[in-house]
């Protein structure tokens, strides 16, 4: 599956903004999508997952609450809505796709297949 990510930008300390992936083929229910994010001079990280049915999500902690996870199949697309953003949201964001399942796996980038090509989100404070 291919995936193009878009919907960042610059905004201000709490603000919103909906980050959307796109994915190609008709694949895309067929697995778990995931949002990482990568702020300047840090290790990319986790940031939350949808199972395939939209029935389970996952999220850091450093977003639960803030941060929602959607999907919706017959589109192929999966969202992100960022709500009460904060400087240290600032970071790149990555959509991807996983065959893995479960809370241990969906939190691991190395068990992802598919990645977007990231989109930059400044929250200036």
């Known amino acids: 599956v291919q995936l193009q990510a878009s919907g960042g930008g610059l905004v201000q300390a709490g603000d919103s903004l909906t980050l959307t992936c796109a994915a190609s083929?008709?694949?895309?229910?067929?697995?778990?999508m995931g949002w990482f994010r990568q702020a300047p001079g840090k290790v990319r990280e986790f940031v939350a997952a949808?199972?395939?049915?939209?029935?389970?999500?996952y999220y850091s902690d450093s977003v639960k609450g803030r941060l929602t996870i959607s999907r919706d199949n017959a589109k192929n697309t999966v969202s992100l809505q960022m709500d009460s953003l904060k400087p240290e949201d600032t970071a790149v964001y990555y959509c991807a796709a996983t065959s893995f399942n479960g809370p241990t796996h969906v939190v691991n980038e190395d068990n992802y297949s598919s990645w977007g090509q990231g989109t930059l989100v400044t929250v200036s404070s």
């Open positions: 083929g008709r694949t895309f229910n067929m697995y778990v």
């Open positions: 949808r199972t395939r049915t939209g029935g389970q999500t």
